[in-house]
């Protein structure tokens, strides 16, 4: 599966993003979508992800609350609502995705997550 992030941009502190990612070339209702970021300088740390069907959603503790991951397995697409952005956000967002033969609560790992595309980046003025 080919999955291509987008929708980042430059914001200020307070403002929303909606981070889309869209995916070729599997059937995208089989896979749990994770997003995932990379600020410049730091590790890659697990944002939130959803299941193959949607029912189940989990977020990274800083981020519960303010943000939403969502999909449209209609449209191949996985969508990370971010609300009352921090300076602390900006990074490099990347989804990625996993085959899951059925639907439970998705892995936090970023190795748990075979596939994964370019990212999208985020920039959170102060």
């Known amino acids: 599966v080919q999955l291509q992030a987008y929708g980042g941009g430059l914001v200020q502190a307070g403002a929303s993003l909606r981070l889309s990612c869209a995916a070729s070339?599997?059937?995208?209702?089989?896979?749990?979508m994770g997003w995932f970021r990379q600020a410049p300088g730091k590790e890659r740390e697990f944002a939130a992800a959803?299941?193959?069907?949607?029912?189940?959603?989990v977020y990274a503790d800083s981020m519960r609350g303010r943000f939403t991951v969502s999909r449209d397995n209609a449209k191949n697409t996985v969508y990370l609502q971010m609300n009352s952005l921090k300076p602390e956000d900006t990074a490099v967002y990347y989804c990625?995705?996993?085959?899951?033969?059925?639907?439970?609560?998705?892995?936090?790992?970023?190795?748990?997550?075979?596939?994964w595309g370019q990212g999208t980046h985020v920039t959170v003025s102060s």
């Open positions: 990625e995705a996993r085959y899951t033969p059925s639907t439970y609560l998705p892995p936090r790992t970023f190795s748990d997550y075979p596939y």
């Open positions: 070339g599997g059937t995208f209702s089989s896979y749990a």
């Open positions: 959803i299941s193959r069907s949607g029912a189940l959603t």
